[in-house]
């Protein structure tokens, strides 16, 4: 045991001393490191190079069969776990920091956390799953800027799991997409998966299950930055889910419109009279009726002209504005409504997160697109309406899930769902877990859903059923027997 133990600090020191000798390592995180030989005998650092040369070498070399894209945001995830570990040293160093200091002290991971998401802005990049998998998963690391209970985010194991669940959203995508195709692509999943759970989240329940360790009070703390106006750390803002915009009364209603009579006096006797009233008045006159009348000669009679058929031709039909489907879209809102219901309407392009709900309160989604929804906790029930490309990741409900009017969802329940029912909705891809294999799915008018749950085996694959489309009804002993139509092949 103990000569093991020599070997792993004799391999540590090695590497390290490699590491500052080729340049890898900077003057800034060298400073960081402080005495090397100290960090390189601690436990959790030893675990932490572990951490490293395990499960994350296993990342790096799927992303380098891969090359590209990939490569490069792998490449900035090594990055962010040498910052993670300076991190973790220097904490030891310094005494327990303010939100100020705080900010400061993360400034580094901070700086990855934005080159990583860096790489997913702008128009969609090749293999964007992947660079968005890597660029949520890493504010995992951000566990280190938990102070306390009462800090604002979970606690770190908590966290890591947290932010990993917002990840797998796009990491399944992956799995999907190349599990038939390329096989280099789902090895670089699964190990970005086991990187984060277990073995970040078991390491940091192990070592750092209330935070960092952080030096005596006497130590030198992280220096404050000057005085500006006041901002939350934008390391800890990153890496704690987005919290649910504040409950609001509903807004007023709108002034209604103006009356359709406004400005319009009563009838003046002075004024002609039209419509009705205007045929009475003629025939009480007194007058021939028929006197302004003309007289229909033989040629003006429909069976004598030459110049009408008897084919009746349509009128052509001018396009409709806007598309045949076009709708009027409202301003994005996002509310909690009389504390008990979830409005979220006509967000485009928003990745959202719910976090403060209960049992007792529903969620509705209306007009959204291109967008992502987040439910953290168990809440009745969940109604997707009219949204389109929108993703929704869940863990429980108590009653139902609904998909209405959708078209291009993508849903993923992580934990139980007694009723899940899909009406008049094309395209629908529905991620079930182990919890919520036993709901009770209801389709009506819907095409292209598809049911995906985990395989038998602990770590398997995502395996697909398709639910069918088409029927065959058959009458037969009094009544209609009907059964989904399979296609074989050949």
């Not at 932010?163 to 190349?178: D, G, P, T």
């Not at 940091?204 to 030096?215: A, E, R, S």
């Not at 110049?307 to 806007?322: I, M």
Request: glycine residues 8%; charged residues 25%.
């Amino acid at each position: 045991m103990e000569k093991a133990l020599v070997e792993r600090l004799e391999a540590a020191v090695a590497r390290l001393e490699e590491a500052i000798a080729s340049g890898s390592i900077s003057a800034s995180e060298r400073a960081l490191d402080g005495d090397l030989p100290a960090a390189a005998t601690d436990p959790a650092i030893l675990a932490f190079d572990e951490l490293v040369e395990g499960p994350l070498r296993r990342v790096v070399a799927a992303a380098e069969k891969i090359g590209g894209k990939v490569l490069e945001t792998t490449k900035v995830l090594e990055e962010a776990f040498v910052v993670e570990k300076s991190l973790l040293i220097k904490a030891k160093q310094s005494q327990k920091p303010d939100i100020a200091g705080l900010q400061e002290f993360l400034k580094p991971l901070n700086d990855v956390l934005t080159k990583a998401q860096a790489l997913t802005e702008g128009r969609k990049p090749e293999y964007f799953n992947h660079l968005k998998t890597t660029a949520d998963s890493l504010s995992a690391l951000a566990w280190i800027a938990f102070l306390g209970k009462d800090c604002g985010m979970s606690f770190p194991t908590a966290h890591v799991e947290e932010c990993w669940q917002m990840a797998e959203f796009y990491n399944n995508k992956v799995l999907v997409e190349y599990r038939n195709s390329n096989p280099d692509h789902v090895e670089w999943s699964k190990a970005l998966k086991e990187l984060y759970v277990p073995n970040l989240r078991d390491y940091v329940k192990k070592n750092y299950p209330l935070g960092p360790v952080w030096g005596p009070a006497g130590a030198a703390g992280p220096k404050a930055p000057a005085p500006t106006p006041a901002t939350p750390p934008v390391a800890t803002a990153s890496a704690s889910a987005p919290k649910a915009p504040a409950a609001r009364s509903p807004a007023p209603p709108p002034l209604p419109p103006k009356s359709l009579f406004e400005g319009e006096t009563s009838t003046s006797s002075s004024k002609p009279k039209q419509g009705m009233s205007a045929v009475f008045q003629e025939i009480n006159s007194g007058k021939p009726v028929t006197s302004g009348l003309r007289k229909v000669t033989d040629d003006m009679k429909t069976k004598n002209r030459t110049d009408r058929t008897g084919v009746v031709s349509a009128p052509e039909k001018s396009p409709p504005r806007g598309g045949a489907f076009s709708f009027k879209t409202g301003p994005p809102k996002m509310e909690l409504q009389m504390g008990r219901k979830w409005v979220i309407e006509n967000q485009v392009g928003k990745e959202l997160v719910i976090d403060d709900c209960d049992s007792k309160q529903s969620v509705y989604a209306y007009g959204c697109k291109d967008s992502v929804l987040q439910v953290k906790g168990k809440v009745n029930n969940i109604t997707l309406d009219k949204c389109t490309k929108t993703g929704i990741l869940f863990t429980d409900v108590v009653a139902a899930f609904e998909i209405v009017n959708c078209n291009g969802v993508e849903v993923q329940c992580q934990g139980s769902a007694p009723t899940i029912a899909i009406d008049n909705t094309s395209g629908c891809q529905l991620y079930l877990g182990k919890d919520a294999l036993g709901a009770s799915i209801t389709t009506a008018k819907s095409s292209e859903v598809n049911i995906l749950v985990l395989g038998s085996e602990p770590d398997g694959d995502w395996v697909q059923h398709s639910l069918p489309e088409q029927f065959l009804h058959t009458f037969k002993d009094g009544q209609f027997v009907t059964t989904p139509v399979t296609h074989s092949a050949g």
